[in-house]
């Protein structure tokens, strides 16, 4: 079996007269956690959604470890698990018996298999309560279990840190990471903030108007538009020195700007301080999202 | 397969439907039990300690009074009290006293209207509400085709149809056994008639026991809830609220109580299958909605229109893109 | 994998849908492809009266009995029931009057069975008859003369002779009371020749029932004399409450009087 999971092949949705997803072409290889990101209206969710089989393309191949979805639809899915948008349970059954529900569908679950999946997503002690009665950050955990229950080779989840407090969001993340190394699955996550994408995945897609406008490694999509934020004493002259070395992109009163380079950083200050110039504070600044569109749409804009 | 089906059940378990349903019954029964009971008692308050007989006797001569001032009942009335004067003369009770009579005549106020309207609590949101919930999106993202997953749906909803109609006699046995006594299954029930140009034909009458009587009755109020079911059922995949679908069957319903009253010159009418549902009143002799309709055609109607339903049901929820 | 309670339930639905099925099955060969068995009415036996304590009264007639025009509906019949409740006396009273029955109309009721056994197990029987005979259709209003009357109570007298050979020959014992005709008319433009036409007709009435025994003609002229229009309904022909009040208070006085009361 090749390394490939899944592989999409010029998928095309086309809901009356308005393309909604224009030729979509990409492949995921085993073991890798693969960031879609994109801000809202992007078209994730329909993409996301054509993955699962809820919608039908208007053209294009889906294919899951080999399985085409339109042909061999019970096959290919047996392979995958998914969460679209909220891990939507039934809030009147118990956690158990969601997990039951979903286990049956699918074929050779044993007790155990249930069990070992309540235990990876640590819901031992509520997984007989109502699942009415969990709070988010439990359904999403029960939701992650029942995707895992088939033990697919793909995991798709749409924003899987929505709605999570800030150590709900780490510890998904960490989560995420292990399935990926250790159980070598390969983990397909979409997401509009760019910093959860960036901690979490390996590879990322960048959606905009239904299209994929590139896929990188993480590190080459953000090499080019990281900057650095200088607040320096005084001021003037340690832009002055700094205009020398490299590109100040923009200034203030208090800070200097200019673009981020880890091999060059240390060199530029020890200069700065050469020069008698005090450096309060180096700070490496991520793009906003809404920049890196702006790059890479020319301007464009996003909405 | 089985496995699906036993999911379906335990969301309906979950849901506590049967319970709510159960609930509606004893509420309605209850009420309606009262009111016989009361009028039981108007009778003999009027007529004194008297047989059925003398009973049957005043009732047909104050229809015959009626008759006069009936209008477009009349044809009806007279049809009713032909029947009551055939039982008269054939010294049968049309409701001896006791559980299986109450149960007779409730079961006949029922089928047409209380008794879908059960089965839509049921069936009109086994659909639609795991699409309201979002739970569909997961439900048809695992490895069972959609038909599948919608045939199990059916299957329980053609169980749930049984255990509301299971319930009801149920329920309507016990409290009518408590307030009226639990005897009279095997007193004798006079059907078979039927209404030919507006009168009364008699040479089809039989005898049939009471309890063979109510388990017919049951069979057909089972075939209408299910026909209902079945139409509600296609609704909650149509539309994306429970609401509008129960709406929607609401006024099927009750425009087919009405139409049934004063559809008698719109000939093409008898192909909805609202106004078919009256399949209690050819047991029971009562005229039908509409003059040369009879039990196989209504039977037919039903089934073409819970066929087309299916198919209809089928058809979209296997294409049906899910937003 | 799933809990007992959800498959007993699902192995119950099941079975209960097939008892339905097999109700429907059982409808639709009944009804559709045909009973095995044919048309199985025993011959009724015949009922004997229930032994009771309690008298029983059974009216018979036309809209009189019936009570049209009385705003409580309950006509003589009802208030003579609860007069006799009033004086103590425990009756059952049912009411077989028909509006617009005629003599004719009377006789073919009395024909049938179970009106045969009400009358057979009264104790009072009760009647009012006669006037659609007299007035149908207000045509009379129009030929008071003398030969189409004489011609109406010829046959009338004869219906009333075999009405009441059938009560007899159904109930040897019960006492009949026959409530003669008022005259609504008498305060109109003919009020006199309607008058003398009640009359003529109450005395022919009254000349019939007298070849009985325990059977009373009950006048009621006298009561509606004066002041008719006090007494009579809105239509001008059948009696208010009042009117009613009045037949049930002599019909009272009579039953209690002979102390026949049940």
């Known amino acids: 079996m090749s390394d490939v999971t899944l592989s999409v092949r010029g998928l095309r949705k086309v809901i009356g007269r308005r393309v909604i997803i224009k030729d979509l072409s990409f492949e995921l290889t085993r073991g890798e956690v693969f960031g879609f990101l994109g801000p809202n209206g992007a078209g994730k969710t329909t993409t996301i959604r054509m993955l699962v089989g809820l919608i039908k393309p208007t053209a294009g191949t889906i294919r899951i470890c080999g399985l085409d979805i339109a042909r061999q639809f019970t096959k290919a899915m047996s392979r995958m698990g998914c969460i679209v948008e909220n891990p939507e349970l039934y809030p009147f059954l118990s956690g158990m018996d969601n997990l039951r529900h979903f286990a049956v569908m699918l074929r050779g679950i044993t007790r155990e298999r249930i069990d070992e999946v309540v235990r990876l997503v640590g819901l031992e002690e509520r997984i007989g309560d109502k699942v009415g009665t969990y709070s988010l950050g439990m359904r999403q955990r029960l939701g992650i279990a029942q995707a895992l229950l088939g033990k697919p080779d793909v995991l798709i989840l749409d924003e899987p840190t929505n709605g999570l407090d800030p150590s709900g969001i780490r510890e998904m993340r960490a989560f995420i990471r292990s399935l990926a190394e250790k159980e070598g699955l390969t983990v397909l996550v979409s997401s509009h903030l760019l910093h959860e994408i960036q901690l979490m995945c390996d590879r990322v897609a960048i959606m905009a108007k239904g299209e994929i406008i590139r896929v990188d490694t993480v590190q080459e999509l953000l090499a080019s538009e990281e900057r650095m934020v200088w607040r320096l004493r005084p001021l003037p002259l340690g832009r002055l020195i700094l205009s020398d070395l490299t590109e100040v992109l923009s200034a203030d009163e208090v800070t200097v700007t200019t673009v981020y380079s880890e091999r060059h950083a240390g060199e530029w200050s020890r200069r700065l301080i050469e020069a008698g110039v005090s450096v309060m504070e180096m700070n490496r600044k991520l793009p906003a999202l809404e920049d890196l569109f702006l790059e890479l749409t020319g301007g464009e804009s996003i909405d | ?323 | 994998m799933h809990s007992k309670k959800v498959r007993y339930m699902t192995a119950f639905a099941a079975v209960i849908c097939l008892a339905w099925l097999v109700g429907f099955g059982w409808t639709v060969k009944d009804y559709l492809i045909g009973s095995g068995r044919g048309v199985s009415l025993a011959a009724p036996a015949e009922q004997p009266a229930p032994e009771g304590q309690a008298g029983k009264v059974v009216a018979l007639g036309d809209s009189l009995t019936r009570g049209t025009g009385d705003d409580e509906g309950k006509g003589y019949a009802g208030y003579l029931a609860d007069e006799l409740k009033e004086e103590g006396f425990r009756a059952s009273m049912v009411n077989l009057g028909i509006k617009g029955l005629t003599s004719a109309g009377l006789l073919e009721q009395l024909g049938q069975k179970e009106i045969a056994r009400q009358v057979g197990q009264a104790d009072i029987v009760l009647l009012t008859i006669g006037g659609n005979d007299l007035f149908l259709g207000g045509q009379t209003l129009s030929d008071l003369s003398a030969a189409s009357l004489a011609k109406l109570e010829d046959a009338f007298a004869a219906n009333l002779a075999s009405i009441l050979e059938t009560i007899r020959s159904a109930n040897p014992a019960a006492t009949v009371y026959l409530l003669g005709l008022y005259d609504p008319f008498r305060e109109l433009e003919d009020g006199a020749e309607t008058s003398r036409a009640v009359r003529s007709w109450n005395a022919r009435t009254m000349e019939t029932i007298s070849a009985y025994d325990d059977m009373v003609f009950v006048p009621t002229y006298d009561l509606f004399q004066r002041n008719t229009a006090d007494y009579l309904f809105t239509d001008r022909f059948h009696p208010n409450g009042r009117g009613y009040r009045l037949m049930a208070g002599r019909l009272a006085a009579l039953i209690a009087e002979e102390g026949g009361a049940p």
Not at chain 2, 79 to 108: C, K, W
Not at chain 2, 169 to 180: G, K, N, V
């Open chain 2, 1 to 323: 397969m089985i496995n699906l089906v036993h999911n379906e059940m335990m969301k309906l378990l979950g849901k506590r439907r049967f319970l709510i349903i159960g609930i509606i019954i004893v509420v309605l029964l209850a009420l309606f039990a009262y009111a016989q009971a009361r009028q039981s008692e108007a009778v003999k308050e009027r007529l004194g300690e008297v047989d059925w007989r003398t009973e049957l006797q005043q009732q047909i001569v104050d229809w015959q009074n009626r008759l006069s001032s009936a209008g477009q009942w009349r044809e009806q009335l007279e049809i009713q009290i032909d029947q009551y004067q055939y039982y008269l003369d054939h010294d049968v009770n049309p409701s001896e006293p006791g559980a299986p009579s109450f149960m007779r005549g409730f079961t006949e106020n029922s089928a047409e209207l209380f008794l879908p309207l059960l089965v839509m609590i049921v069936a009109v949101d086994l659909v639609s509400s795991e699409r309201s919930m979002g739970t569909i999106k997961l439900l048809l993202t695992r490895p069972v085709s959609r038909s599948a997953v919608l045939l199990s749906k059916y299957i329980a909803l053609v169980l749930s149809v049984s255990i509301v109609i299971f319930l009801f006699a149920l329920l309507s046995y016990l409290i009518s056994a408590l307030m009226f006594g639990n005897k009279g299954w095997t007193a004798p029930v006079l059907t078979g008639f039927e209404v030919r140009g507006g009168e009364l034909d008699a040479s089809g009458v039989r005898l049939v026991s009471q309890w063979q009587y109510l388990l017919q009755q049951f069979g057909l109020a089972w075939f209408i809830s299910l026909v209902v079911g079945t139409l509600s059922f296609m609704l909650s995949i149509l539309m994306r609220s429970s609401a509008a679908g129960m709406g929607t069957m609401l006024a099927c319903l009750i425009s087919g109580a009405i139409l049934s009253n004063m559809v008698s010159s719109w000939d093409s009418a008898k192909y909805l299958f609202m106004v078919n549902l009256g399949l209690m009143d050819y047991m029971s002799g009562s005229p039908p909605p509409i003059e040369g309709m009879t039990l196989g055609f209504s039977l037919t109607v039903l089934a073409v229109w819970m066929a087309a339903a299916l198919a209809a049901s089928f058809a979209v929820f296997t294409r049906k893109d899910i937003y």
